[in-house]
């Protein structure tokens, strides 16, 4: 059974850092993408990044270029996003979704397994 589980959330201040982790398991073979949304109060949920089985194909939504990066680590089974120069407006409920496909995906309904999110506070 799939299960993703992410971790790193919490309170930060302006301009600080965050690592956020989603460790995956029950998945037979490492050939699928992983994507991380995030979803504030009273807004839908949006795409923020995503990164293809391998690593080779990475995107983020233009609010975040520049800011965010995302990573993977086969070994661990972990997909990384490193959120930098946090602002107010990336506070958020973050979540991280895979899909099985050697291609990424940029919308919510292309991806079949979701973590259960983790809270990202940043004060101004």
């Known amino acids: 059974q799939v299960q993703l589980v992410e971790s790193g959330g919490g309170l930060v201040q302006a301009g600080g850092s965050l690592r956020l982790s989603c460790a995956a398991s029950?998945?037979?073979?490492?050939?699928?993408?992983v994507a991380w949304f995030r979803q504030a109060p009273g807004k839908e949920r949006e795409f923020v990044g995503t990164?293809?089985?391998?690593?080779?194909?990475?995107h983020y939504t233009d609010s975040v270029e520049g800011r965010f990066a995302i990573s993977r680590d086969h070994a661990k089974n972990t997909v990384y996003l490193q959120m930098n120069s946090l602002k107010p407006e990336d506070t958020a409920v973050y979540y991280c979704?895979?899909?099985?496909?050697?291609?990424?995906?940029?919308?919510?309904?292309?991806?079949?397994?979701w973590g259960q999110g983790t809270q990202v506070t940043v004060s101004s």
């Open positions: 979704a895979a899909r099985i496909s050697y291609e990424v995906g940029f919308t919510v309904d292309e991806y079949s397994y």
């Open positions: 029950g998945f037979t073979y490492n050939w699928y993408s």
């Open positions: 990164i293809n089985w391998n690593g080779g194909a990475i």
